[in-house]
Protein backbone atom coordinates (compact mmCIF):
# COMPACT_ATOMS: atom_id res chain seq x y z
CA UNK A 1 0.00 0.00 0.00
CA UNK A 2 0.92 3.40 -0.25
CA UNK A 3 2.28 6.22 2.65
CA UNK A 4 3.45 9.77 2.26
CA UNK A 5 5.53 10.83 4.68
CA UNK A 6 6.13 14.95 5.81
CA UNK A 7 8.75 16.44 7.84
CA UNK A 8 8.95 18.10 10.45
CA UNK A 9 5.59 17.65 11.39
CA UNK A 10 6.31 20.86 13.52
CA UNK A 11 8.79 24.39 12.62
CA UNK A 12 9.15 27.51 14.44
CA UNK A 13 11.17 29.67 12.63
CA UNK A 14 12.28 33.26 12.82
CA UNK A 15 11.65 35.69 10.08
CA UNK A 16 14.61 35.90 7.37
CA UNK A 17 15.38 32.13 7.77
CA UNK A 18 16.04 29.44 4.79
CA UNK A 19 12.80 26.71 4.96
CA UNK A 20 12.96 23.34 3.69
CA UNK A 21 10.31 20.47 4.12
CA UNK A 22 10.48 17.28 2.70
CA UNK A 23 8.01 15.22 1.63
CA UNK A 24 8.11 11.10 0.14
CA UNK A 25 5.82 8.48 -1.14
CA UNK A 26 6.24 5.26 -1.04
CA UNK A 27 4.10 2.30 -2.66
CA UNK A 28 3.77 3.44 -5.73
CA UNK A 29 5.88 4.78 -9.57
CA UNK A 30 5.74 8.13 -11.28
CA UNK A 31 3.43 9.85 -8.67
CA UNK A 32 1.86 13.39 -9.03
CA UNK A 33 3.08 15.75 -6.45
CA UNK A 34 1.32 18.62 -5.15
CA UNK A 35 2.36 21.63 -2.06
CA UNK A 36 -0.39 23.18 -0.63
CA UNK A 37 -0.72 25.72 2.07
CA UNK A 38 -3.39 26.43 4.33
CA UNK A 39 -3.92 29.52 6.15
CA UNK A 40 -6.14 30.58 9.00
CA UNK A 41 -9.45 30.61 7.65
CA UNK A 42 -8.29 30.76 4.05
CA UNK A 43 -8.94 27.11 2.46
CA UNK A 44 -6.64 25.36 0.36
CA UNK A 45 -4.21 26.59 -1.57
CA UNK A 46 -2.02 25.33 -4.43
CA UNK A 47 1.45 26.39 -4.46
CA UNK A 48 3.14 24.27 -6.75
CA UNK A 49 3.02 20.29 -8.26
CA UNK A 50 4.72 17.87 -10.53
CA UNK A 51 4.17 15.34 -13.05
CA UNK A 52 8.13 14.11 -13.14
CA UNK A 53 11.27 14.82 -11.50
CA UNK A 54 12.44 18.01 -12.66
CA UNK A 55 9.24 19.20 -14.11
CA UNK A 56 7.70 21.64 -11.54
CA UNK A 57 4.65 23.99 -11.78
CA UNK A 58 4.13 27.09 -9.54
CA UNK A 59 0.39 28.37 -9.43
CA UNK A 60 1.32 31.51 -7.33
CA UNK A 61 4.54 33.82 -7.28
CA UNK A 62 5.43 33.79 -3.95
CA UNK A 63 9.12 33.20 -1.92
CA UNK A 64 8.86 29.90 -2.15
CA UNK A 65 10.44 27.45 -4.68
CA UNK A 66 9.95 23.64 -4.86
CA UNK A 67 12.22 20.63 -6.29
CA UNK A 68 12.14 16.69 -6.99
CA UNK A 69 15.18 15.66 -7.27
CA UNK A 70 14.05 11.67 -7.04
CA UNK A 71 10.54 9.83 -8.20
CA UNK A 72 8.72 10.33 -4.95
CA UNK A 73 10.29 12.99 -3.37
CA UNK A 74 9.10 16.34 -3.25
CA UNK A 75 10.64 19.63 -1.32
CA UNK A 76 9.48 23.08 -0.72
CA UNK A 77 12.04 25.45 0.47
CA UNK A 78 12.27 29.32 0.74
CA UNK A 79 15.99 31.21 1.23
CA UNK A 80 13.89 33.72 3.42
CA UNK A 81 11.04 33.15 5.17
CA UNK A 82 8.33 35.66 5.99
CA UNK A 83 5.85 36.20 8.86
CA UNK A 84 3.04 35.77 6.16
CA UNK A 85 5.09 31.92 5.33
CA UNK A 86 3.04 30.78 8.53
CA UNK A 87 0.17 27.93 7.92
CA UNK A 88 -0.24 24.54 7.53
CA UNK A 89 1.56 22.93 4.48
CA UNK A 90 0.14 19.48 3.20
CA UNK A 91 1.96 17.45 0.99
CA UNK A 92 -0.23 15.04 -1.77
CA UNK A 93 0.26 12.66 -4.37
CA UNK A 94 -2.13 11.27 -7.07
CA UNK A 95 -2.01 8.69 -10.25
CA UNK A 96 -4.46 8.68 -12.76
CA UNK A 97 -7.42 8.42 -11.22
CA UNK A 98 -7.43 11.99 -10.25
CA UNK A 99 -7.88 11.50 -6.63
CA UNK A 100 -5.11 12.95 -4.18
CA UNK A 101 -4.02 11.31 -1.08
CA UNK A 102 -2.64 13.66 1.16
CA UNK A 103 0.46 13.86 4.12
CA UNK A 104 -0.07 14.16 7.39
CA UNK A 105 0.83 18.34 6.84
CA UNK A 106 3.69 20.14 8.43
CA UNK A 107 2.71 23.33 11.14
CA UNK A 108 4.66 25.89 10.21
CA UNK A 109 5.26 29.40 12.50
CA UNK A 110 7.08 32.54 11.89
CA UNK A 111 8.08 34.28 14.37
CA UNK B 1 -12.14 26.71 -16.12
CA UNK B 2 -13.28 24.74 -12.49
CA UNK B 3 -14.67 26.38 -9.20
CA UNK B 4 -16.63 24.95 -6.43
CA UNK B 5 -18.76 26.56 -4.28
CA UNK B 6 -19.44 25.28 -0.76
CA UNK B 7 -22.73 26.74 0.83
CA UNK B 8 -21.77 27.54 4.22
CA UNK B 9 -18.61 27.97 6.17
CA UNK B 10 -20.41 26.37 9.28
CA UNK B 11 -23.26 24.09 9.84
CA UNK B 12 -24.34 23.07 13.22
CA UNK B 13 -26.34 19.77 13.88
CA UNK B 14 -27.43 17.76 16.66
CA UNK B 15 -26.02 14.26 17.40
CA UNK B 16 -28.55 11.54 15.44
CA UNK B 17 -29.87 14.56 13.17
CA UNK B 18 -29.06 14.31 9.10
CA UNK B 19 -26.14 16.24 8.29
CA UNK B 20 -26.39 18.15 4.94
CA UNK B 21 -23.21 19.70 3.22
CA UNK B 22 -23.56 21.48 0.07
CA UNK B 23 -21.37 21.92 -3.08
CA UNK B 24 -22.05 23.46 -6.42
CA UNK B 25 -19.28 23.22 -9.14
CA UNK B 26 -18.81 24.66 -12.42
CA UNK B 27 -16.34 22.86 -14.88
CA UNK B 28 -15.82 22.81 -18.70
CA UNK B 29 -15.20 19.05 -18.71
CA UNK B 30 -17.67 15.85 -17.42
CA UNK B 31 -16.38 16.29 -14.12
CA UNK B 32 -14.84 14.12 -11.25
CA UNK B 33 -15.29 15.30 -8.18
CA UNK B 34 -14.63 14.68 -4.56
CA UNK B 35 -15.63 15.04 -0.90
CA UNK B 36 -12.91 14.95 1.77
CA UNK B 37 -12.79 15.11 5.21
CA UNK B 38 -10.05 17.43 7.78
CA UNK B 39 -9.74 16.71 11.57
CA UNK B 40 -7.77 19.40 13.18
CA UNK B 41 -4.27 19.23 12.73
CA UNK B 42 -3.95 16.73 10.48
CA UNK B 43 -4.35 16.25 6.29
CA UNK B 44 -7.41 15.77 4.37
CA UNK B 45 -9.06 12.05 4.09
CA UNK B 46 -10.93 11.08 1.06
CA UNK B 47 -14.31 10.44 1.39
CA UNK B 48 -16.17 9.49 -1.64
CA UNK B 49 -15.70 9.93 -5.06
CA UNK B 50 -17.39 10.20 -8.67
CA UNK B 51 -16.03 9.47 -11.70
CA UNK B 52 -18.34 8.05 -13.97
CA UNK B 53 -21.74 5.65 -13.38
CA UNK B 54 -23.90 5.36 -10.40
CA UNK B 55 -24.60 9.16 -9.67
CA UNK B 56 -25.06 8.05 -6.18
CA UNK B 57 -21.72 7.15 -4.30
CA UNK B 58 -21.21 5.73 -1.13
CA UNK B 59 -18.09 6.88 0.97
CA UNK B 60 -16.26 5.90 4.06
CA UNK B 61 -18.27 6.33 8.13
CA UNK B 62 -21.71 6.70 6.44
CA UNK B 63 -21.31 8.99 4.37
CA UNK B 64 -22.67 9.26 0.65
CA UNK B 65 -23.27 11.98 -2.31
CA UNK B 66 -25.48 11.92 -5.19
CA UNK B 67 -24.36 13.92 -8.29
CA UNK B 68 -26.66 15.76 -10.10
CA UNK B 69 -25.84 16.80 -13.49
CA UNK B 70 -28.73 19.54 -14.11
CA UNK B 71 -28.16 21.35 -10.89
CA UNK B 72 -24.36 20.80 -10.94
CA UNK B 73 -24.33 19.93 -7.36
CA UNK B 74 -22.73 16.86 -5.48
CA UNK B 75 -23.98 17.37 -1.87
CA UNK B 76 -22.69 15.06 0.74
CA UNK B 77 -25.34 13.61 3.31
CA UNK B 78 -25.31 11.26 6.46
CA UNK B 79 -28.41 9.88 8.14
CA UNK B 80 -27.20 10.12 11.55
CA UNK B 81 -24.69 12.67 12.55
CA UNK B 82 -22.22 11.56 15.35
CA UNK B 83 -19.74 13.37 17.78
CA UNK B 84 -16.86 12.00 15.83
CA UNK B 85 -18.08 13.35 12.21
CA UNK B 86 -16.85 16.96 13.54
CA UNK B 87 -14.20 18.39 11.04
CA UNK B 88 -13.90 20.50 8.30
CA UNK B 89 -15.13 19.03 4.78
CA UNK B 90 -13.84 20.26 1.44
CA UNK B 91 -15.84 19.34 -1.97
CA UNK B 92 -13.64 19.40 -4.73
CA UNK B 93 -13.61 19.11 -8.74
CA UNK B 94 -11.04 17.31 -10.73
CA UNK B 95 -9.61 19.34 -14.70
CA UNK B 96 -8.71 16.51 -15.16
CA UNK B 97 -5.11 17.25 -16.25
CA UNK B 98 -3.33 17.55 -12.97
CA UNK B 99 -5.23 19.51 -10.27
CA UNK B 100 -8.15 19.96 -8.29
CA UNK B 101 -9.48 22.66 -7.61
CA UNK B 102 -11.01 22.90 -3.53
CA UNK B 103 -14.11 24.71 -2.27
CA UNK B 104 -13.22 26.47 0.63
CA UNK B 105 -14.47 24.11 3.10
CA UNK B 106 -17.47 23.74 5.73
CA UNK B 107 -16.67 22.91 9.38
CA UNK B 108 -19.12 20.65 10.45
CA UNK B 109 -20.56 21.28 14.32
CA UNK B 110 -22.09 18.40 16.40
CA UNK B 111 -23.37 18.84 19.21
CA UNK B 112 -24.80 16.88 21.87
Known amino acids: ?111 | AQSVTQLGSHVSVSEGALVLLRCNYSSSVPPYLFWYVQYPNQGLQLLLKYTTGATLVKGINGFEAEFKKSETSFHLTKPSAHMSDAAEYFCAVSDLQSTLTFGKGTMLLVSP
Open chain 1, 1 to 111: SQTIHQWPATLVQPVGSPLSLECTVEGTSNPNLYWYRQAAGRGLQLLFYSVGIGQISSEVPQNLSASRPQDRQFILSSKKLLLSDSGFYLCAWSVRTYEQYFGPGTRLTVT
